[in-house]
T-cell receptor, first 118, second 109 residues
């Protein structure tokens, strides 16, 4: 159980276009989803927290108008990179919190989406 | 904010060897997770272990919350164990995991 999927796994787009990435919890309801960005050989950097039915909370330094997040249901969150530029090229990973485990909340991660902007 | 330090940053082993990875954190935590990021980028949950000891096959983990550290043990390592191992912690009142910089493990045949 506790499977999170992402689509697409890899996308190449031209500079100035927008790209949408989907994150789904397949076998559980996720009240909260998270979006991370990872540069090569670095750790994960949290971009935003997404709660179903409410506006996403962005981390300091993350442009909310550039990275649009919509958490439409308890199983789906989307990240849209608007007017993408080469510096937006990165590995984007989502995660979700499901059923509480031993008094806490275990996060489960999607397989990631590699975005290349040419 | 809370600091998470992992050591060593890099580790190279021969297949069959054992290893211990360490995670130190600077404040009390409600949650600690160990992940393995495989070469394709997928983070695989290894342990949810805010305290105590857990074992799963060749892997085991121990968290000593009062001393603010956690250890991940890998026994009889295999080439498929290669990848980056991340420790991440959650403070009380927060849903946001704070990640360490990871330990890159390479297991040679």
């Amino acid at each position: 159980g506790a499977v999170v999927s992402q689509h697409p796994s890899r996308v190449i787009c031209k500079s100035g276009t927008s790209v949408k990435i989907e994150c789904r919890s397949l076998d559980f309801q996720a009240t909260t989803m998270f979006w991370y960005r990872q540069f090569p050989k670095q750790s994960l950097m949290l971009m935003a927290t997404s709660n179903e039915g409410s506006k996403a909370t962005y981390e300091q330094g993350v442009e909310k108008d550039k990275f649009l997040i919509n958490h439409a249901s308890l199983t789906l969150s989307t990240l849209t990179v608007t007017s993408a530029h080469p510096e937006d090229s990165s590995f984007y990973i989502c995660s979700a919190i499901g059923v509480p485990t031993s008094g806490g909340y275990e996060q489960y991660f999607g397989p990631g989406t590699r975005l290349t902007v040419t | 904010g809370i600091q998470v330090e992992q050591s060593p940053p890099d580790l190279i082993l021969q297949e069959g060897a054992n290893s211990t990875l360490r995670c130190n954190f600077s404040d009390s935590v409600n949650n600690l997770q160990w992940f393995h990021q495989n070469p394709w980028g997928q983070l695989i949950n290894l342990f949810y272990i805010p305290s105590g000891t857990k074992q799963n096959g060749r892997l085991s983990a121990t968290t000593v919350a009062t001393e603010r550290y956690s250890l991940l043990y890998i026994s009889s390592s295999q080439t498929t164990d290669s990848g980056v191992y991340f420790c991440a912690v959650l403070r009380g009142g927060s849903e946001k995991l704070v990640f360490g910089k990871g330990t890159k493990l390479t297991v040679n045949p």
